[in-house]
């Protein structure tokens, strides 16, 4: 058996934390676990709960005589190109030396969700036989990433994935009422929900499947507000193709149907756009066995052995 044919990978989102031990040459999970997020709990008791995970899915691995040399989380934040989160929409992760404190369990990289994610479909997914792809995950957030030659793009600082979040203002010009947001707001699986009135975006989904009026309506507008953004997108950055992933990306039927139609109808039609528009071919797991990917792109790990102290945030060495 290969020595370094398996990683750890864990996806750190808004919803879930969701774990696996990865075959690094197919992207087959050998093993697999999930616990809830509850991100309302915090960023101490968010790393608590990933860090009890590395360790199971670590001796899960044993058991199964796999050997396992690195670890890698790819959370729903911003991460720089040194691996730290700098951002706290959710995953208050801020301030925390992440990839330290989970190197107790195995050397580790960490990287954004959306990055791992794109990383997996470029290596076994619906980015395979493209030279550059943007990849697109939708899910309790809206973010994505340009992939060039297999390789997502970090930009400057780590934070070339925010495509949804800018403040949009706009007045009517009949009445001069404001209206403001973000895209996400609207396009994301809460934000179908709020819209809908019952939620989670699964029941939004299911609705518009048995042709309710306004389950229909609440999905056309989100993908229309969010098909623009990605029309822009495809026009500005000329890709082979758009892959659309994550837990509601990834959902078959109205949603990802109604998104393929809103991005044509708003490309530049200039010139013929034959661009693909395909859905991720590897669903929800795609984040999890990016992250273990990534760990082949990084040349030195942070893997110095920690004890970390969840509550107040203090390390010390155990070496």
Not at 81 to 93: A, N, P
């Amino acid at each position: 058996m290969q020595a370094d044919r398996h990683a750890l990978g864990i996806d750190v989102g808004g919803t879930k934390i969701a774990g696996g031990i990865v075959d690094l040459t197919s992207g087959a999970l050998a093993a697999r676990r999930q616990v809830p997020t509850d991100y309302g709990r915090g960023g101490a008791a968010i790393l608590a709960d990933t860090l009890a995970l590395a360790r199971d899915l670590r001796a899960e691995a044993g058991r199964l005589g796999l050997p396992v040399k690195a670890l890698g989380v790819g959370v729903a934040e911003l991460v720089d190109r040194k691996g730290r989160v700098f951002s706290d929409h959710r995953i208050r992760w801020t301030g925390l030396d992440v990839a330290e404190a989970l190197g107790a369990v195995l050397p580790c990289v960490v990287t954004a969700d959306v990055r791992a994610a794109a990383l997996a479909e470029a290596r076994f997914g619906a980015g395979r036989g493209f030279a550059d792809f943007y990849f697109v995950t939708i899910g309790t957030g809206v973010s994505g990433t340009l992939v060039l030659d297999g390789v997502p793009y970090q930009g400057s600082r780590g934070a070339a994935l925010v495509i949804a979040n800018s403040a949009n203002r706009h007045v009517c010009p009949d009445c001069g009422h404001v209206s403001a947001g973000m895209v996400e707001d609207v396009a994301s699986g809460p934000g179908l929900a709020a819209a809908y009135g019952v939620g989670p975006a699964e029941v939004v989904l299911a609705a518009a499947r048995r042709g309710d009026a306004d389950a229909i309506r609440v999905i056309t507008h989100a993908t229309g507000e969010l098909g623009r953004v990605l029309a822009l997108l495809a026009d500005g950055l000329d890709p082979e193709a758009i892959v659309i992933g994550g837990g509601l990306g990834s959902a078959p039927g109205p949603y990802f149907d109604s998104l393929a139609t809103a991005i044509r109808a708003s490309l530049w039609d200039g010139v013929d756009h034959p661009m693909p528009i395909l859905q991720a071919a590897l669903g929800q797991d795609a984040g999890l066995i990016g992250a273990a990917c990534a760990t082949l792109q990084q040349p030195e790990p942070a893997h110095r052995p920690v004890h970390l102290n969840i509550d107040n945030r203090e390390k010390t060495d155990v070496t």
